[in-house]
Nanobody, 121 residues
């Protein structure tokens, strides 16, 4: 049973930085994608960044140039480093995991964490 636990959310001033972490346990997939998503109050959840088993990463427009996703396979941990945070980055940030089929991430993502709150003022 795959479990994901996020941490690192906080209240920060605009312009500040945060590093979010997501520890994974119980994963048995040999190839998989991991992603960061966020949901702001009253809005739909949106993808932020993802990284696959080969280390290839993608970023969605909200964090292009301000975010960096990475993974430490030895620690079973996914990270999202964010900078130049803005009030509209305020949201609950979720990490998720899904297996790969060939070179493609299976959608929708199969496993989700509970989220960590980021508030920017």
């Amino acid at each position: 049973h795959v479990q994901l636990v996020e941490s690192g959310g906080a209240s920060v001033q605009a312009g500040g930085s945060l590093r979010l972490s997501c520890v994974v346990s119980g994963n048995t997939y040999s190839t998989y994608c991991m992603g960061w998503f966020r949901q702001a109050p009253g809005k739909e959840r949106e993808g932020v960044a993802s990284i696959n088993s080969a280390g290839g990463s993608t970023y969605a427009q909200p964090l292009v140039g301000r975010g960096s996703v990475s993974r430490d396979n030895a620690k079973n941990t996914l990270y999202l480093q964010t900078s130049s945070l803005r009030p509209d980055d305020t949201a609950i940030y979720y990490c998720a995991l899904t297996p790969m089929e060939g070179s493609t991430c299976v959608r929708p993502y199969k496993f989700w964490g509970q989220g960590t709150q980021v508030t920017v003022s």
